[in-house]
């Protein structure tokens, strides 16, 4: 799985490793010289990307995961999701226009929010490339983007879920949506049982972003979307990126 | 790729990127029916597609990664190119080899270092030999 | 500026929608040449309009950069048995969006 492990950088401080002290990589190679030129021939200036790089700092799955408590706890909202929700979301303070005014260029501004029943299961998947409500969730995570989840989710589902730990009866519809448009999609699970008194901010922390995906579902004591972490070789600095590495880093 | 030995390691490696069919491809006289189908299929339309059950991991993003994904959100934010041409179609033009074989991002980056060459924006000797430049700069051999 | 642009938010059926919801719907099995994003899987299969979506460029026009022909997407719910003939489960479904020229009406 690890095969890009390179020696060298073995654990010793993964999260930080010097930048340069391992060979740069084609790709790097490549990304610095499409970036120079585009910025040198002015398809684009340092400072649009600058101020691109800044929004994505800002995005990741707890915006989601808000969005859900308060759709739990406030019937009325949750109309409000049901019926427009990218107007919804910014009762959470999350504006799909952002970073340019029309939106990113790839997300566009149509989330459609898909509700669980006691009888219906959602999950999400883009069997095409990986479309993904980023405004609301932040980046896809690694797993999503593979042609092994695309292939397998649309064909082989209720096994796909078994192998993230999510076994559902036969009883219980599994609806999985093929994001392969431009709607943006998130689901908003069934609230657990024996959460009756909690606070949004209680609730919030057992929506994790398996959970709106729709591979996991909230449950008591679960308040983080546990896999394997790839580390990567020269990570984004003091970036809060990765919504899940994000969540291993801080256990 | 000055010595000759690992050019011919190069040429054979990249001669065995062929995941369609492992056979001796010399004469290909008659390419019909479903094997016509299978090359020109869409390499990202996946779904329903056989694989074997695997570990799903997370990926810490790398740096390059990052910049790659907001270069291309960029180009679009600017009008150079749009979502549909970009993350959907140019990944798919890259051919089936290169879209099952490289990161995902690696894909991104791959079509956008194209498109520029495409639409006249990069002529393709200033794109090589700014590539030969950043190699030098960071003492890549 | 940019090309890009959010489709036309349109929850409700549009007066000039061909489907509306409950209408069931044949996708068209064409031939692949190049791109597309009718996926291989629901090609000729019988779905249900389960929602009218926005109006946008067609995916066809747009990945060549064509100032391209707008029509209105659908989600469509297609039955899991209808596509994978070992599948086991009655009820489950499976939804993705279609453009409407990829849809051909059936008779109920």
């Known amino acids: 799985m690890s095969h890009t492990h390179t020696p060298g950088n073995g654990g010793a401080d993964p999260g930080h490793a010097a930048p340069m002290v391992e060979e740069i990589t084609d790709f790097e190679v490549l990304e610095i010289a499409v970036r120079e030129l585009a910025i040198e021939h002015g398809l684009f200036t340092a400072e649009d990307h600058r101020r691109f790089t800044e929004w994505t700092e800002t995005i990741g799955p707890a915006a989601g995961s808000r969005l859900v408590a308060k759709a739990w706890t406030d019937p009325a909202f949750k109309a409000r999701v049901m019926e427009d929700a990218v107007k919804a979301c910014k009762e959470i303070g999350i504006d799909w226009a952002e970073p340019t005014g029309f939106g990113t260029p790839s997300d566009y501004m149509n989330l459609r929010v898909l509700e669980d029943t006691p009888t219906l299961h959602h999950v999400i998947v883009c069997t095409l490339c990986s479309c993904y409500p980023r405004p609301l969730l932040g980046m896809s995570p690694e797993w999503y983007r593979t042609t092994n989840y695309r292939r397998r989710l649309v064909r082989w589902p209720r096994q796909v879920l078994a192998e993230f730990g999510l076994i559902l009866p036969p009883e219980v519809e599994v609806r999985i949506e093929d994001s392969n448009q431009k709607c943006r999609f998130m689901v908003l699970p069934v609230r657990p049982e024996g959460t009756e008194n909690w606070t949004e901010e209680q609730l919030a922390e057992i929506v994790t972003r398996d959970c709106m995906i729709g591979v996991a579902l909230p449950r008591l004591g679960r308040t983080a979307d546990v896999h394997p972490v790839h580390k990567a070789r020269r990570p984004v600095q003091g970036s809060t990126h990765s919504g899940e590495a994000r969540h291993e880093r801080k256990e | 790729m000055s010595a000759r030995n690992e050019l011919r390691h190069q040429q054979e490696l990249i001669a065995s990127l062929q995941p369609a069919l492992h056979v001796p491809q010399n004469w290909n006289y008659e390419v019909d029916g479903p094997l016509y189908t299978a090359y020109v299929h869409p390499p990202h339309d996946v779904g329903g597609q056989f694989d074997v059950p695997v570990v799903y991991e997370e990926k810490e993003e790398e740096q390059w990664e990052l910049d790659t994904y907001v270069t291309c959100e960029v180009l679009g934010w600017r009008g150079v190119w749009n979502s549909e041409e970009r993350r959907r179609r140019a990944d798919n033009d890259l051919g089936y080899a290169l879209y099952v074989g490289v990161p995902y991002y690696g894909r991104w980056i791959l079509s956008a270092a194209r498109m520029l060459v495409d639409k006249n924006h990069v002529p393709l000797t200033e794109l090589v030999e700014k590539i030969a430049e950043v190699k030098s700069r960071y003492g890549k051999k | ?108």
Do not use: H
Not at chain 3, 44 to 63: F, K, L, R
């Open chain 3, 1 to 108: 500026m940019a090309r890009s642009k959010p489709p036309e938010n349109a929850l409700n059926t549009p007066a000039n929608a061909r489907f509306k919801v409950g209408d069931r719907v044949r996708v068209k099995d064409l031939p692949n040449l190049f791109y597309t994003r009718t996926q291989m899987y629901v090609r000729g299969i019988v779905g249900t309009i389960a929602a009218c979506t926005y109006q946008d460029v067609i995916p066809e026009d747009e990945a060549f950069n064509r100032d391209g022909r707008l029509e209105q997407y659908y989600i469509v719910r297609f039955r899991q048995k209808d596509l994978w003939p070992e599948y086991q489960f009655d009820n489950d479904t499976v939804q993705t969006e279609s453009p409407e020229r990829w849809l051909d009406p059936v008779d109920n």
